[in-house]
């Protein structure tokens, strides 16, 4: 049997009723030696890869939908499509499957998908009965009729052959003619059996039925028996509302006469389907199948079609960006774009990526620079939509565009700091969409999804741009509402510290917070050139929990990295002093600002980050020492007093090994015949003084056990200053202890 070739998408259902797009590629029927038989076989058009290999099996219910489609399973819950670009290669190898399993191919279905339990009494239907005879179409006969269709829902074989009837003897218009005659009459009774006829109609889930019931001359007849479900006392008004209510507005004229009859279609099907039909009960869910395919395979035709006029496309972008149109005008348009993005996510991957790629190309980017920065709110809501589904899409398209806007424009027009603005003026009380952007915001920043190339690296580059043009930006709320008091030197909160303001603060810590977790060298160099982190603890002192929790999250991030650059930061900022007065402010109550205080320090004495260990126990410790409900602050000052030990016997033992070595350059002069009397009186004095810091030190060897650590090789390496850490033995540590009790305190919080 020759090869056919024709393109086609495949598709699969997956198991949230949806049909994934598996590639696009051009199919044959050949045989196949692995399989044994006549198989289906799709290639993909990029490659040559194999998207599809399926045997032709004489016992598949293959279903021929809409002229291009061929839908089969191969499995349980294993649906396959094939949609052709071209009814003829459609029809071709559906003419070879039908060759295979010996089928006349005018049918639209090979095979009647038959159940276990229905198997026996299948193989006693006599061959002569192909369909189930129908009832005179009157109204004398719609009671017969209604009862007829609700009995073959449980019997696919049955619900096969009633299709089968109602296609071929055009039942379907005829009943809708008694409808008219019904409504005329205001015959309830049989509006109400013809409720029930047409919905039984619905879920017997055949392509061929829904495409006469979905015509522009029968749909709205249809939606009209629908309106009359009796277990309703009045009917809905379902036509009223699809013929005065919703409008359909187009925003340019759209020319293309079946383009317009598809989107009215589809608009209507799917309103069929949401809001008329009843929600399908468990046993009811496999019945509108059918349906959702119908509604999905329109999307994407539409989509299509829309994408393929480049003009219409064209002319919405020129008059979105255009100063002369009116406000409504731009209204209009802008949710035209909002409303096709949103449509082009029940797309597939593959067409979704042509789809942005033709928006870019139409100038969508730019488009919505200008629109985002309006006053319009309703427009500025539609573009954060219309943004959202472009860094969803491809965050790197959107940096992209970002870094080519000319660097000679105000900083203040930038796509990014037109976002970071309409996130930081966001006049909802609960900041609503300030939150959508700064999630957009985090995904623009956030490095996983940056590519690396030979030639460039879009991190680098990007966030060098970020930090140089928009960080500022960012940062702008922060630092001016923790700037200097103008009565005082110190730093103080200068808002108002209401709600709405301290929840954009906390937006903003957030995306701080995630840059020091991910950008380490820009963030960093930020923070310490702008001392941002004094004045990100100024907001400890909120009488929002929210926010002080905001702000300590924060330093915990950069404590949490171990980084000795930010240690010493901290530690020359004097940067604990705020937590501690927070904690000590807290009192008694054990709340979650407590929790994650002690966590903190906790956090610091778990991990021995030595420089911050000495620096709390030096300066704070009390402060802290009446704490005794948790044991974290006297492991602080255990591990202080270890180190000390250490750093002492370390000395010690430079000590002995710097005298030792003495000691070894004295023997060797002692070799020679000419010592005199004062080189042994020193050798025996070096000799007694290595005796004495020995025992010493094996003394304090028992008592502690000894760990090496790098801090010492500060030590070593001066070996010129042999009294550099001479520790202060116990009368030393008394008398420093008297001076510090003599001196004044200048955190009067901490002097308590």
Request: charged residues 30%; negative net charge.
């Amino acid at each position: 049997m020759s090869d056919t070739r024709r393109r086609v998408k495949v598709y699969t259902l997956n198991e949230d009723r949806q049909w994934d797009d598996r590639g696009t590629g051009h199919v044959s029927s050949t045989f196949v030696e692995r399989l044994k038989g006549i198989s289906l076989l799709v290639r993909a058009e990029s490659d040559g890869s194999l998207l599809l290999e399926s045997k032709i099996s004489p016992n598949t219910a293959y279903q021929k939908q809409q002229d291009t489609l061929i839908v089969w399973s191969e499995a349980d819950n294993y649906d396959l499509a094939l949609s052709f670009q071209e009814k003829a290669g459609c029809d071709e190898i559906w003419e070879k499957i039908c060759q295979v399993q010996g089928k006349d191919p005018a049918v639209d279905i090979t095979q009647d998908p038959i159940d276990e339990s229905e198997e026996e009494r299948f193989e006693e239907i006599p061959e002569t009965s192909h369909l189930v005879e129908l009832p005179p179409c009157e109204l004398s006969r719609l009671e017969e009729i209604a009862d007829l269709v609700t009995s073959v829902l449980s019997s696919p074989i049955r619900r096969e052959k009633l299709a089968l009837a109602l296609v071929s003897e055009g039942y379907i218009k005829k009943l809708l003619g008694l409808f008219r005659v019904c409504e005329d009459l205001d015959n309830r009774e049989g509006l109400h059996h013809l409720y029930e006829i047409v919905r039984g109609v619905l879920f017997l889930n055949k392509a061929a039925l829904f495409e006469v019931m979905f015509s522009d001359d029968c749909i709205m007849d249809v939606v009209g028996c629908l309106e009359y479900d009796p277990a309703l006392v009045q009917p809905k008004r379902h036509r009223e509302f699809l013929t005065k209510t919703a409008k359909f507005k187009e925003v340019i004229p759209i020319t293309d006469s079946e383009l317009r009859q598809k989107i009215h279609q589809t608009y209507r099907v799917q309103y069929i389907q949401d809001i008329i039909l009843p929600t399908p009960s468990v046993f009811e869910e496999n019945f509108l199948s059918t349906l959702t395919s119908f509604i999905f395979f329109n999307k994407v035709e539409i989509v299509s079609m829309l994408q393929e006029d480049e003009k219409f496309l064209t002319e919405v972008f020129a008059q979105l960006t255009d100063e002369a149109t009116e406000d409504s005008k731009r209204r209009e348009l802008v949710n035209f774009v909002k409303e096709f993005c949103a449509f082009s996510q029940t797309l597939q991957p593959q067409n979704r990526d042509a789809f942005f790629k033709t928006l870019a190309n139409l100038g969508i980017l730019p488009a919505l620079e200008i629109v985002m920065g309006m006053d319009d709110l309703q427009v500025r809501a539609a573009a954060t939509d219309i943004f959202s589904y472009l860094v969803e899409f491809s965050p790197s398209m959107v940096r992209e565009f970002v870094m080519q806007e000319p660097q000679q424009t105000d900083d203040d027009v930038l796509l990014i700091n037109v976002v970071i603005k309409q996130m930081i003026c966001d006049s909802d009380p609960e900041l609503g969409g300030a939150v959508q952007l700064m999630g957009l915001l985090r995904t623009l920043i956030d490095p996983e999804n940056m590519l690396a190339s030979t030639n460039k690296t879009e991190k680098t580059e990007f966030l060098s741009f970020f930090y140089k043009y928009c960080m500022h930006v960012l940062t702008a709320p922060l630092l001016a509402n923790t700037a200097h008091d103008k009565n005082s030197k110190v730093l103080s909160l200068l808002c108002l510290d209401n709600f709405q303001t301290a929840q954009l603060l906390a937006l903003i810590l957030e995306l701080l917070t995630f840059c020091v977790e991910h950008h380490t060298y820009h963030i960093k160099t930020y923070i310490m050139n702008k001392d941002l982190l004094r004045r990100v603890l100024v907001l400890m002192n909120s009488k929002h929990t929210f926010l002080a929790l905001c702000a300590l999250r924060f330093k915990r991030r950069i404590i949490g990295l171990k980084d000795e650059y930010y240690n010493r930061y901290i530690i020359k900022g004097n940067l604990f002093e705020p937590v501690i007065n927070a904690l000590l402010d807290n009192g008694t109550r054990y709340n979650l600002l407590n929790s994650a205080i002690i966590e903190l320090f906790e956090f610091i004495k778990v991990e021995d980050i030595k420089s911050l260990i000495a620096h709390i126990v030096d300066n704070f410790y009390k402060a802290l020492e009446s704490i005794e409900y948790v044991q974290t602050f006297k492991g602080l000052k255990g591990r202080y007093e270890q180190e000390k030990d250490r750093q002492s016997q370390r000395l010690n033992r430079y000590r002995r090994d710097a005298r030792s070595l003495d000691e070894d350059e004295l023997l060797w002069f002692n070799d020679d015949d000419d010592d005199d009397d004062g080189e042994t009186v020193e050798k025996s004095r070096l000799e007694d003084d290595f005796t004495d810091n020995y025992g010493k030190y094996m003394e304090a060897k028992k008592g502690k056990r000894l760990y090496p650590t790098h801090h010492f090789i500060v030590f070593l390496s001066q070996t010129a200053l042999v009294g550099l850490v001479d520790y202060p033995d116990d009368e030393d540590e008394e008398e420093e202890d008297d001076e510090e009790e003599q001196s004044p305190r200048k955190r009067p919080r901490l002097s308590s």
